[in-house]
T-cell receptor, first 111, second 116 residues
């Protein structure tokens, strides 16, 4: 069945780069997403990438997709304390309305 | 546009009781999904409604049910509450697929249920 795996915690120093990794099993995944959940809030789409892309950059965010290894990563440059949140990886196939989410990675940014 | 609105934000129930949670999607969004979020299991899909019909269902027992009204507002109900039902219940809406190809979900802030 479909599965999305990501590590549960990541701790970085303010100003460093953060890299959050995700692996998925569904080879037909067409859309891959990164959602961010701040404390006490719902999830908000941070960025997404189509499966026919290798990389997408958006200001401090860089998404890398290795479709062969079914590996997705999110790099946050110059990480700030405001980036502390839970980051969810998600994937969706071409005929599915429902994305499959990973369990989320808690990013902790310390001074 | 107003965002996805969920009520109530917090509630406390005891085992055996039932609970109803409400979700108002973004105007124009006809698809509403419900998720259960717990520290141990992460984000688990409950069900999705579109045009008052349940279109997809996750792997939850029949105690969990939902419905959608003609104005796209949705409710979910949990009967015979158990301690393990304590969780954050998130509702998400999405726009018609003709408007976007991203499949983005727009989440509410959730209803935090505590079962004692």
């Amino acid at each position: 069945g479909e599965d999305v795996e990501q590590s549960l915690f990541l701790s970085v120093r303010e100003g460093d780069s953060s890299v959050i990794n995700c692996t998925y099993t569904d080879s037909s995944s067409t859309y891959l997403y990164w959602y961010k959940q701040e404390p006490g809030a719902g999830l908000q789409l941070l960025t997404y990438i189509f499966s026919n892309m290798d990389m997408k950059q958006d200001q401090r965010l860089t998404v890398l997709l290795n479709k062969k290894d079914k590996h997705l990563s999110l790099r946050i440059a110059d990480t700030q304390t405001g980036d502390s949140a839970i980051y969810f990886c998600a994937e969706r196939g071409p005929r599915s309305y429902i994305p499959t989410f990973g369990r989320g990675t808690s990013l902790i940014v310390h001074p | 546009k107003a965002g996805v609105t969920q009520t109530p934000r917090y509630l406390i129930k005891t085992r055996g009781q039932q609970v109803t949670l409400s979700c108002s999607p973004i105007s124009g969004h006809r698809s509403v999904s419900w998720y259960q979020q717990t520290p141990g299991q992460g984000l688990q899909f409950l069900f999705e409604y579109f045009s008052e019909t349940q279109r997809n269902k996750g792997n939850f027992p029949g105690r969990f049910s939902g419905r959608q009204f003609s104005n796209s507002r949705s409710e979910m109900n949990v009967s015979t509450l158990e301690l393990g039902d304590s969780a954050l219940y998130l509702c998400a809406s999405s726009p018609p697929r003709v408007e976007t190809n991203t499949g983005e979900l727009f989440f509410g802030e959730g209803s935090r249920l505590t079962v004692l």
